[in-house]
């Protein structure tokens, strides 16, 4: 027997149809704007896109400082147990002009989050996505002493800590707010070793561009300075500036720099090198922008204008008188000393400060209680050198 459908059977069938229609329509049209939005989402402009997405990977602000470096991502081990193991995911990297910090022996490592870039679109100034982590090793007779570390927070600022190895070289404790001033350290200078303050940290990062110090285009340049003092090895994998952008891990670098090698403008090997010694140890502090601004001391050497910034340097230095008062006690006018007297190492009290014994006078101010001889013998033989009044004479090796 056959069976007609009652048309209002009929109407409530086709009626459904066209809610089924209509659902499909709507999910579609729902997934298409998702896939618009996320499409928004993953065009990064000047590194903005990549922030806010970074956000899902990065630290909240009131989050207290891991007690243990093994809980900041930097070291893992088997089931549980802290071992000197980095990620796969964290890049080491090896600036060109170190630090001077009494001879320590340091490794360095950064970490990005999944997906972030950093922007380079002022070359001078890199941006790094919130979530970012860097790591600075210190070791003594091939002995870790602390490990600094410091953190791109999801609100953008930046936090530092810094962590004391346990003698069993396993894993390391968060040091108090106010650093360690005397920690027993076999290797360092009088056995002892000095574990900076978080506002130590600030002072010295947060007194130029960036925050960030020694991972840089000048710093990362394929091209590294032959005869800088201190130099060291590259370590195995590590990263510099060509690698980051082979990666994606650098973008928006202009191409007036992407297109060249970074390197120190100057008149002669000696003063590249005296010029990125000075880069690296003074000129986070003494630069342009930083609360030492009004000092007119610009240490800092610029990749987008490096002929322009190293002559800013010499006019901030080269025959500038000094206010600085000698400690010495020999000389009858400080007021003629200069900052760098050209063939007068004795009138130069850049040389002076670099050379002092004493903790109100030196310079660095802070991270040092040993002279850097290697280093003041470079910045003596600049000061002696008959060409500096042609900073920017081409030097052939």
Known sequence: MSYTAAPHHRSVAQALARARRLVVRVQAGALLVLMLLLVVVASPARGEVTERSATTFATAP???LPQRLSETGLLYGADGVPGRVVGADTLPFSPQYPLWSDGASKRRWIRLPPGTFIDASDPDAWRFPVGTRLWKEFAHAGRPIETRFIERLADGRWRFATYVWNLQGTDALLAPERGVRALPAPGAPG?????????????????????????GAL?????????????ETPPPGHTDLADLQARGLLRLLPATVAQTTPRIAAASAVARSALGYLHANCGHCHNHTGPLAAMDMALLQSVADAAGSARRTWASVYGKTSRFRSDRGDRGDDAEAQRIAPGRVDDSTLLQRMASPHVMSR???????????????????????????????EHTP
């Open 191 to 215: 056995g002892l070793y000095a574990v900076p303050s978080r506002a130590d940290c600030r002072a010295c990062h947060e007194g130029g561009p960036s925050p960030v110090l020694g991972f």
């Open 62 to 64: 009131d989050t207290p």
């Open 219 to 231: 710093q990362l340049s394929p091209e590294r300075d032959p005869q800088v003092p201190h130099a």
């Open 363 to 393: 310079m660095p101010p802070m991270g040092v209680s040993v002279v850097d001889v290697a280093g003041l013998q470079l910045i003596r033989q600049w000061i002696l050198d008959h060409e500096l009044s042609s900073p920017l004479k």
